[in-house]
């Protein structure tokens, strides 16, 4: 396949890891080797607010539009619909950025286009998207993680002019999901440095090769998939919450049964009833999860085993905080 007219590079890290000013450096870099380059700041397209989330994941859908479009080389989609009556923020912040950096819509192969997204990207799920519009325009693709122990993150974050509350960059640090290549095999093309200090000569150096191997790697095009593999994802899905189910059905009479003799029958009815309850509730955001693990990672076979696992264990801690406050409730009586 022909070298790439474009790449879309991941910077993931938690706040205040280094991906600025690592940005700043690789431009820099590229721009001497007569790479164009294209700095997408999420921060910039998506102002700091108390957005609901259901909102913030609707403008990081907006910026995948964005991105889209870019590579469409024209201010119309193929398969989606973006009006601006629905994103004009984004869609406008995107074009003021682009156009500060002086970058046309054209693409060329011979001057090549880095696109580096700077953002936190904590979910393997949110780098996902970006690899596989990569797939679709078949362009090149890598990430770079930003390690950074949590402290010096926090100390960093409250110097800024907006930091980002302690408890988010925290919650940001425990849902950290770094690329795994032995895992998620379309993570390959990543690169792992340090920022609790200034990224050294030779690692940046290491991420410029980087890039030149995803522009000289281009990603094959996404082929439309077959009506029987949506199926057989659906089959799996669909086989994984009926074992989830009855583990957790399971647990539910073990506790009633342990609870007999120990409780009237009015607290046994009632102990059922709410763990039957939290059942319900549980599967269904167990449902949630499969499926968006299966829509998003079409790839990957799923773990069942572990899967369950993690359910069953998950499961009995909920339901352990119900059946004590019972157990209180009977010791109080």
């Not at 001497?32 to 994941?57: F, H, N």
């Not at 912040?93 to 953002?119: A, I, K, W, Y």
């Not at 077959?226 to 799996?236: F, G, L, N, T």
Request: with cysteine.
């Amino acid at each position: 396949m022909s070298p790439a007219a474009a790449c879309l590079c991941v910077l993931c890290g938690l706040p205040a890891a280094g991906k600025s000013r690592l940005a700043g450096e690789l431009r820099g870099r590229a721009q001497a080797r007569g790479w164009r380059t294209l700095l997408v700041t999420y921060d910039e397209l998506i102002p700091a607010r108390d957005w609901q989330e259901s909102e913030w994941k609707q403008h990081r859908r907006t910026v995948l539009m964005c991105l889209e479009r870019f590579l469409h080389q024209t201010h119309e989609l193929s398969d989606q619909t973006l009006t601006l009556s629905e994103a004009d923020g984004v869609w406008l912040r995107f074009e003021q950025m682009r156009q500060r950096q002086s970058v046309s819509h054209t693409l060329v192969r011979s001057q090549p286009l880095v696109v580096v997204l700077d953002d936190n990207f904590y979910y393997q799920s949110m780098r996902y998207q970006i690899q596989r519009l990569a797939r679709k325009h078949a362009v090149g693709f890598c990430q770079v993680f930003l390690r950074c122990p949590p402290h010096v993150c926090l100390q960093r974050n409250r110097c800024r002019s907006q930091p980002v509350p302690d408890e988010v960059l925290l919650q940001m640090c425990e849902r950290m999901e770094p690329p795994n290549e032995i895992r998620n095999p379309w993570e390959r093309q990543s690169l792992t440095l340090d920022g609790t200090d200034v990224v050294a000569d030779g690692h940046v150096q290491k991420l410029m090769d980087l890039l030149a191997s995803a522009l000289e790697n281009p990603l094959s095009p996404v082929q439309d998939e077959s009506p029987q593999k949506e199926a057989d994802r659906q089959i799996c899905a669909s086989s994984v919450l009926h074992q989830a189910d009855q583990t957790c059905r399971r647990s539910v009479s073990q506790a009633v049964t342990s609870a007999r003799g120990q409780a009237s029958p009015d607290v046994l009815k009632a102990l059922a009833k709410e763990l039957n309850e939290l059942k319900t509730a549980f599967l269904q955001e167990l449902k949630k999860d499969v499926l968006h693990r299966v829509s998003v990672f079409p790839e990957e076979p799923v773990d069942t085993e572990k899967l369950l696992m993690d359910v069953s264990a998950a499961f009995q801690r909920r339901s352990h905080q119900i059946v004590s406050k019972h157990q209180r409730n009977v010791t109080d009586g």
